[in-house]
Nanobody, 123 residues
């Protein structure tokens, strides 16, 4: 398990931008695939972006072209740059290391979730 602390959320108007950060503890951060999840009220948590240990990225369709995930292994940190935000992006955002679950990359069942960071998009 890798302790993770998310930050950077807040209230932003539609069309605005935010940059989320996720700081990890431990010296082997660089070997992990990492991802950003979000959970809106009344909805299941969904994986919106992930980045491999080598820096390749994948996005869910609803955020393609607007969100960008990156990592700085020297700082043990993964980022989520969110542009052109929409009200439907409102959610609590969580980062997670990812492991292969047989058919997809996902949050390891034995890992705890961090506290997350609230993103609210509203005028």
């Amino acid at each position: 398990q890798v302790p993770l602390v998310e930050s950077g959320g807040g209230l932003v108007q539609p069309g605005g931008s935010l940059r989320l950060s996720c700081a990890a503890s431990g010296s082997i951060f660089s070997i992990y695939h990492m991802g950003w999840y979000r959970q809106a009220p009344g909805k299941e948590r969904e994986l919106v972006a992930r980045i491999t240990s080598g820096g390749a990225t994948v996005y869910t369709d609803s955020v393609k072209g607007r969100f960008s995930i990156s990592r700085d292994n020297a700082k043990n940190t993964v980022y989520l740059q969110m542009n052109s935000l929409k009200p439907e992006d409102t959610a609590v955002y969580y980062c997670s290391r990812l492991t292969w679950a047989g058919s997809r990359w996902s949050h390891p069942p034995g890992d705890s979730w961090g506290q997350g960071t609230q993103v609210t998009v509203s005028s």
